[in-house]
């Protein structure tokens, strides 16, 4: 009795290790199986300038790191012309990875979403040729192929992505409207610059003495800001010139400034109705070696020992050259860059140095014209604006990583990030 006992408690023993073997077996199996992706979508990749396209499709429970999507492309057809495009686990590749703000991209750990360059492996395509695609998984030697779908690439009029970038430049168009039409009522408000409040000294002293101006714009062509901005102060001095019936002089390093000054300073004697007292040679062309335009100049401003010296634009290491020698001559002298490195020479050897924005604020300062005021008014705003939000995003930046607050910190990230 007992011994049929054991084998009964033996047989149900064998009988339900067998049960599990065959259950483990028939599981193992079923998640090695490999079904292809039905739902995979093939789409014009959005707010693009064209040549790339998207594809979306669910994710499964079995995308895992052990399974591999492989992505192929072809422009002829759908039998011949495969080119694998990519490769990535899995488990990887979601529309949250995509970095788009999120008012113009709805992100999810539920959906795959890869963009395809296409142009990179179809070069000679165009907006007409047809993309096909198909999406392949692999589990070690098993493979299975998605249907293959297919797609145009267009480029697109709206890029929504910055559609922050259009709000903050309508912004400054109505601030720029409003100041203007403030400047034009009333004067508005500019921070004293004490190097462009000495040059009625300046120019008034050498009116007294006798002796010429001189006023140097550098060494820069009319690509550089500096040379610009060089030249509407020019005009300003010229005006203030004319009306003292002072004498100015323009040594000039390239011609193509040169030209332009001299339309500059003609016009402005006609503005302050003094013509006849423009003279032709007062801009002049001296050198395009950098060293000889200075050495040309000092030995000007020895000879001639004027009683201003203007060294306004863009200098390099001929700065100092020139500024020392105009330092001996007792000339009261004026200077600005927007070179850092030039900067200190300006500061030891001349009277008054205009810093950096200042040298472009310069002819709105003097000129007070209303366009030229409220511009300058809406670059200000711009720079206020700029700091209060960037230090209101990195407070908001700095809660929401410390309360985990992911949602907070994407937000403040789409608004600041350039795209």
């Known amino acids: 009795m007992k011994a049929r006992?054991?084998?009964?408690?033996?047989?149900?023993?064998?009988?339900?290790?067998?049960?599990?073997?065959?259950?483990?077996?028939?599981?193992?199996?079923k998640s090695s199986s490999l079904k292809p992706v039905t739902d995979l979508v093939a789409l014009d990749m959005p707010y693009d300038d064209g040549g790339k396209v998207l594809l979306k499709w669910n994710v499964r429970p079995s995308d895992?790191?052990?399974?591999?999507?492989?992505?192929?492309?072809?422009?002829?057809?759908?039998?011949?012309?495969?080119?694998?495009?990519?490769?990535f686990s899995a488990n990887s590749h979601l529309t949250k990875d995509?970095?788009?703000?999120?008012?113009?991209?709805?992100?999810?750990?539920?959906?795959?979403?890869?963009q395809l360059n296409v142009v990179k492996y179809f070069p000679e395509m165009n907006y007409e040729t047809k993309i096909?695609?198909?999406?392949?998984?692999?589990?070690?030697?098993?493979?299975?192929s998605s249907p293959i779908v297919s797609t145009n690439t267009k480029g697109n009029w709206f890029n929504l992505p910055r559609i922050n970038n259009?709000?903050?430049?309508?912004?400054?168009?109505?601030?720029?409207?409003?100041?203007?039409?403030?400047?034009?009522?009333?004067?508005?408000?500019?921070?004293?610059?004490?190097?462009?409040?000495?040059?009625?000294?300046?120019?008034?002293?050498?009116?007294?003495?006798?002796?010429?101006?001189?006023?140097?714009?550098?060494?820069?062509t009319m690509s550089s800001m500096s040379t610009i901005a060089s030249t509407s102060i020019l005009g300003e001095v010229a005006k203030k010139v004319a009306k003292y019936d002072s004498a100015i002089k323009v040594p000039h390093f390239d011609p193509i400034v040169m030209s332009i000054c001299k339309e500059i300073?003609?016009?402005?004697?006609?503005?302050?109705?003094?013509?006849?007292?423009y003279r032709e040679d007062c801009n002049f062309f001296v050198s395009q070696d950098q060293f000889s335009y200075a050495a040309s100049v000092d030995g000007m401003l020895h000879r001639e020992q004027p009683a201003a010296c203007f060294?306004?634009?863009?200098?390099?290491?001929?700065?100092?050259?020139?500024?020392?020698?105009?330092?001996?001559?007792?000339?009261?002298?004026?200077?600005?860059?927007?070179?850092?490195?030039?900067?200190?020479?300006?500061?030891?050897?001349?009277?008054?140095?205009?810093?950096?924005?200042?040298?472009?604020?310069a002819s709105a300062y003097l000129s007070r014209d209303p366009m030229l005021v409220s511009s300058l008014k809406v670059q200000d705003?711009?720079?206020?604006?700029?700091?209060?939000?960037?230090?209101?995003?990195?407070?908001?930046?700095?809660?929401?990583?410390?309360?985990?607050?992911?949602?907070?910190?994407?937000?403040?990230?789409?608004?600041?990030?350039?795209y």
């Open 166 to 220: 259009l709000i903050f430049a309508m912004v400054i168009l109505v601030v720029f409207f409003w100041m203007l039409s403030h400047a034009k009522k009333k004067d508005l408000f500019i921070r004293r610059i004490a190097g462009l409040d000495a040059i009625d000294e300046a120019i008034g002293r050498a009116t007294e003495m006798g002796k010429p101006i001189y006023y140097s714009p550098g060494i820069g």
């Open 381 to 418: 705003f711009g720079k206020m604006f700029v700091m209060i939000t960037t230090t209101v995003g990195l407070i908001l930046t700095t809660l929401g990583t410390l309360w985990h607050y992911d949602v907070l910190v994407k937000i403040v990230n789409s608004f600041f990030e350039v």
């Open 265 to 277: 300073v003609k016009q402005s004697y006609l503005e302050v109705e003094r013509p006849d007292s």
């Open 132 to 144: 096909y695609l198909k999406l392949e998984e692999a589990l070690g030697k098993k493979k299975s």
């Open 64 to 87: 895992s790191s052990d399974r591999t999507y492989k992505i192929y492309a072809s422009s002829i057809s759908e039998k011949e012309g495969w080119v694998e495009a990519i490769k």
């Open 5 to 29: 006992i054991q084998n009964t408690i033996l047989f149900f023993a064998i009988m339900a290790f067998a049960a599990i073997n065959i259950s483990a077996a028939n599981t193992s199996k």
């Open 311 to 361: 060294f306004i634009g863009y200098f390099m290491a001929e700065s100092l050259l020139l500024a020392e020698v105009g330092a001996t001559t007792g000339a009261i002298q004026i200077a600005g860059t927007d070179i850092e490195s030039q900067l200190p020479f300006f500061f030891m050897a001349c009277d008054y140095t205009l810093i950096g924005e200042e040298l472009y604020a």
């Open 98 to 114: 995509i970095e788009l703000p999120f008012w113009a991209w709805t992100s999810s750990s539920d959906v795959h979403a890869v």
